[in-house]
């Protein structure tokens, strides 16, 4: 086939469609073809940081940035991650929605002129340039509206699952028309056994759907019961002081905090920043919204009156060494079995608690020497209808 030549006419002319097709789809997209002129338009332009920009400013934040630093980085102490233990410095997240709304100079001071001795000793031999510094913030403000990077997903179950599922269907194929492995003993121990392991995997991970042993949220405020309640020797039921007449142990209104926190001002681990949330909350009156740990499913029934008030259950004995911890956790699994197990196992004191007076039966029994503990399950804390009604 012959290459078609047009003349020089029909060719400019089609050069200047197509010149006019691109200008439209450009200006449909919203790509500037002129420079800007007016003032607004520059300043919005110099509102949106470039990523160059963005990206000095986290390599500042993350320490790679100046090349001869002497002192800490910024990530040092205020991390991008969800830490094992507790970091009593505010989270990287936590310094970008504080100063996302605030002027530059705010957070210079902050920075460069800090007020308390926590933070006044791990900034002392900060220096960086106020551009620099800048560039921080921008990264900061980038960060609070995107949010932290997400912690990347564990792969490793998903690996053995699918590699099992290739060992059955490795063996299946074998056993059914390509027979290279001479005794099929063998192949079928595979077969069984890679399907063994699947079955496993799967009955593991429907037993623990609902169930959150362990779980240890980020709260608002990083409040930390083993200073409270462990150093400080505070009494769980000073802050939960509904846990023996109601259903829920509480949450401690800002106003019970302001009891110690109207003296005590700066932490000796936390500085001034966690208890400036606390002044603040009380101050504003908004609540602050904390992450509920213990959870049970809608159709459970559970009281804390009835444990705490009247069988007088330790804290301790669901909740776990509660003064040893930092960052609150889950302690137990809250499963059925667990409730169950523990009803059949705790003794129950009959002798000096009014309430078992009407367990005549039981305590006749205890007389004649039929029963020498009554315990849990014998005042029919297994029944059906106690958790699910």
Known sequence: MRNVILPGRYTLLLKLYIARVLVFILLISG????????????????????????????????????KDRTFESCVSCHILSKPDTM???????????KYVGKDFADFQTAVMQPSGKKIEASHKDFKIEDEDLKKVKMYLDELASTGPP??????????????????????????????????????????MGSLGFQVKM????????????????????????????????????????TAEFSKSAGIPAMELCMNCH????????????????????????????WVRVHNLPDYVF?????????AKVDCNKCHGP???????????????????????????????????????????????????????????????ARCHY
């Open 87 to 97: 970091n009593w410095n505010p989270s990287a997240m936590d310094i970008a929605l």
């Open 302 to 310: 559970f009281s804390h009156a009835q444990h705490v008030g009247i």
């Open 202 to 241: 799967i009955t593991e991970a429907a037993i623990g759907l609902g169930r959150s042993k362990d779980y240890a949220p980020d709260q608002p405020i990083k409040f930390s019961h083993k200073v409270h309640a462990g150093d400080n020797r505070i009494d769980c039921k000073y802050c939960h002081h």
């Open 322 to 384: 509660v003064k040893e911890m930092d960052i609150m956790r889950q302690h137990s699994d809250l499963s059925m079995g667990w409730c169950i197990n523990c009803h059949r196992e705790t003794k129950v004191n009959f002798k000096d608690n009014a309430y078992y007076d009407s367990y005549l039966k039981l305590h006749d029994q205890l007389k004649s020497g039929k029963l020498d503990t009554v315990r849990a399950v014998n005042i029919g804390a297994n029944d059906c």
């Open 262 to 289: 109207a003296l005590v001002r700066e932490g000796s681990r936390s500085g001034k920043f966690e208890i400036a949330k606390v002044l603040e909350a009380n101050e504003t009156k908004k609540p602050v919204v």
């Open 150 to 191: 997400a912690a990347g997903p564990t792969i490793n179950q998903l690996a053995n699952f699918v590699l099992l599922i290739v060992l059955m269907i490795l063996a299946l194929l074998d056993l059914i028309f390509f027979h290279k492995i001479k005794y099929r003993l063998i192949t079928v121990l595979i077969l």
């Open 31 to 66: 790509i500037p073809l002129m420079a800007i002129s007016s003032n607004e338009d520059v300043k919005a332009v110099k509102e949106n940081p470039s990523h160059n920009d963005l990206q000095r400013g986290e390599r500042f934040f993350k320490g790679l940035l100046p």
